[in-house]
């Protein structure tokens, strides 16, 4: 299994990014899929989640209203797109996949599976 993530840049406050993450060697529509971030010094934290199938989707009281993860399961891919862009939001984001999870966990990082690489993201004041 394999996770490519894509799509970080650098970005004023205020803008967007749509954030990419490509999975191999799975089936999209059989995992929860999922967004975490880490800033510099900080732990690894949730971002968002959808469910297998794409029909339900949940996030961070810090991103809600700003983000959206949506899945295109025929591409086996996975996207954050990034609204109202803030400083904080700086980060690397990684991309994660587990076909056993239980809502309950999806904002845990070590109940996942699989990971990509990640993609920084850094917002400019």
């Known amino acids: 299994v394999q996770l490519q993530a894509s799509g970080g840049g650098l970005v004023q406050a205020g803008g967007s990014l749509r954030l990419s993450c490509a999975a191999s060697?799975?089936?999209?529509?059989?995992?929860?899929m999922g967004w975490f971030r880490q800033a510099p010094g900080k732990e690894r934290e949730f971002v968002a989640a959808i469910a297998r199938r794409g029909g339900n989707s949940y996030y961070a009281d810090s991103v809600k209203g700003r983000f959206t993860i949506s899945k295109d399961n025929a591409r086996n891919t996975v996207y954050l797109q990034m609204n109202s862009l803030k400083p904080e939001d700086t980060a690397v984001y990684y991309c994660?996949?587990?076909?056993?999870?239980?809502?309950?966990?999806?904002?845990?990082?070590?109940?996942?599976?699989?990971w990509g690489q990640g993609t920084e993201v850094t917002v400019s004041s």
């Open positions: 060697g799975l089936t999209a529509s059989n995992y929860i």
């Open positions: 994660a996949a587990d076909r056993f999870l239980i809502q309950s966990s999806y904002a845990t990082a070590n109940a996942y599976d699989y």
